[in-house]
């Protein structure tokens, strides 16, 4: 079954410590992107990555790393969470152009206090 | 910059009868589309897409899409809803030749009603 996985699906935390979500998918897509989910705004792209080791920002980075080491793993990391980061974050798989379907994890809800 | 718009942000109805979902994307330029669905507390799936070919695209449940090059849109319509149907859609757009990326516009809320 093609799948994207995060985790955790649930995370509280304090303004300044650090934390990654994991994103994981067995599609073997090259394509993987990172979004934030906001009341009225609808999904924001934070970053997105074309394949290993190619990653580049999308219209809201700031505040956000990525790194792409495995084609399976996309890992979105804060390393000073603040209070504004406090969303809904989809991670997305999928191809380009005309297989440019893009598969979308459970999200991870984030509070940060 | 190349934008999406979903102009309602919330469509009430009852149920069984008929819905449209409005959206318009901002470049003439060849386009591949999308409608996602949300349902509530879950991911985002896909609903139906047009790539090329036929301009008119159904969904399994019963939904429908048809895109006008003219107009730039990809409205998203059902003849009949259900309570089921309540869900949050999302309209998206890739540019061809872009790298990529999909551009969401800001969801419309709909709400099937007894």
């Known amino acids: 079954e093609a799948q994207v996985t995060q985790n955790p699906r649930y995370l509280i935390t304090v303004t300044g410590k650090k934390l990654t979500v994991t994103c994981s998918q067995n599609m073997n897509h090259e394509y993987m992107s990172w979004y934030r989910q906001d009341p009225g705004l609808g999904l924001r792209q934070i970053y997105y990555?074309?394949?290993?080791?190619?990653?580049d920002k999308g219209d809201v980075p700031e505040g956000y790393k990525v790194s792409r080491k495995e084609k399976r793993n996309f890992p979105l990391i804060l390393e000073s969470p603040s209070p504004n980061q406090t969303s809904l974050y989809f991670c997305?798989?999928?191809?380009?152009?005309?297989?440019?379907?893009?598969?979308f994890g459970p999200g991870t809800r984030l509070t940060v206090t | 910059a190349q934008s999406v718009t979903q102009l309602d942000s919330q469509v009430p109805v009852f149920e069984e009868a008929p819905v449209e979902l409005r959206c318009n994307y901002s470049?003439?330029?060849?386009?591949?589309l999308f409608w996602y669905v949300q349902y509530p507390n879950q991911g985002l799936q896909l609903l139906l897409k047009y790539l090329s070919g036929s301009t008119l695209v159904e969904s399994i449940n019963g939904f429908e899409a048809e895109f006008n090059k003219s107009q730039t849109s990809f409205h998203l319509r059902k003849p009949s809803v259900h309570i089921s149907d309540t869900a949050e859609y999302f309209c998206a757009v890739n540019w061809v030749g872009s790298q990529g990326n999909l551009i969401f516009g800001k969801g419309t809320k709909l709400s099937v009603k007894p």
């Open positions: 997305a798989a999928g191809g380009r152009g005309e297989h440019n379907e893009q598969y």
């Open positions: 470049s003439s330029v060849s386009v591949y």
């Open positions: 990555s074309m394949n290993v080791e190619v990653t």
